[in-house]
Every structure is written in C-alpha cells, then in structure tokens.
C-alpha cells in the first residue's frame, strides 16, 4: 500500500515552498516601484545634484545588501556539517535564504521609496537591478543541490522528490 505523504516534508515540497517564499519577497517591492512610477509626477534622470545625499547613501545600501546577503548565506551554509541530516541541511539552506532574500528585498524597496520621494530615477533604477538581482536568486534544484554540496546518498535522495525526507 502507498504511504500518504501530504503532511511530510519531501524535497519537492521544500522546493515548491522556497519558491513560493522567494516569489512572496520579490513580488511586494515590484508592485511598489510600479505603483510609484505610474503616480510619479515629473521623474527624471539626475545623477548631478550634489547635495542630494541619497546618491551616496542607496547605491551603499544596495552593494552592501548584496555582499552582506551572500556573506550571511555563505556562513550559514558553512555551519552546515556533512554529518547533518538532508532534512536539517535544507532547513538552514531556507534560512540563508531568506535572510539574504529580505536583505535585498530592504534595499530595493529603500531604493524605490526614495525615488517616490525624490523623483530622481536613479533610484528607480537601482531598486530594479536589485530586483533583478533577487529574481537570479530563485531557488532551483540545482541551486540547492549546489550551494549544499549534496553527493551521493543525500543527493539521490534530494532527486526523488516525493519521497519522505528522514
């Protein structure tokens, strides 16, 4: 007889989760910068003005949520020991991910409300880049198997995805 697996965590659910989540994150800051562009009133394209400190301060805002993004997911996978379970290495993979995934989420949605504020499209532009950025993010199977090092038994048991993990 077949074994229900509805209630179980399964390397397809995780997937299906993680993709669901990563799509969550990114979704709220794309639908902000349309609404803030389509209720702009006169946005332009100004990268002269000196004394607007927000040229400084977003671009460091959006470097510094990429490198510390990837920085923190790196770390935490490296606590990650071969002799953890696939079960507990998936679920420190999910929290890498979303720590890195609402880092950058912050940055852009900082980004696009300052443009909302200023008008300058700078901002703008730099808010969507990060977007881009968090969409190359998507978690795939292959990205997981990757980041986590997943060899032999683990990976042949990531591959049936519906199968019970543990």
């Known amino acids: 007889m077949a ?16 993709s669901f989540l ?18 702009a009133e006169d946005p332009e394209l100004d990268t002269s003005d000196t004394n607007d ?10 470097l510094a949520s990429i490198f510390l993004g990837d920085f923190i997911f790196k770390k935490i996978l490296r606590s990650v020991s071969q002799k953890n379970g696939l ?9 890498a991910s979303i720590i890195k995934y609402a880092l950058l989420e912050g940055a852009s949605l900082f980004s696009i409300v300052i443009f909302s504020n200023t008008q300058n499209l700078t901002y703008l532009i730099i808010g969507v880049v990060l977007i881009g950025y968090l969409y190359l993010q998507r978690p795939t199977k292959p990205k997981i198997e990757s980041a986590l090092d997943l060899k032999g038994a683990e990976k042949a048991k990531f591959d049936r995805t519906h199968e019970p993990v543990d």
Do not use: D
């Open 22 to 39: 990563h799509l969550g994150i990114a979704t709220t800051p794309v639908i902000l910068a349309i609404l803030f562009y389509f209720n």
């Open 87 to 95: 079960r507990e290495k998936l679920t420190k993979f999910q929290t």
């Open 3 to 18: 074994q229900k697996t509805s209630n179980q965590f399964t390397p397809g659910g995780f997937i299906k989760v993680m």
């Open 53 to 62: 400190i927000f040229l400084a301060i977003v671009p460091v805002v959006a």
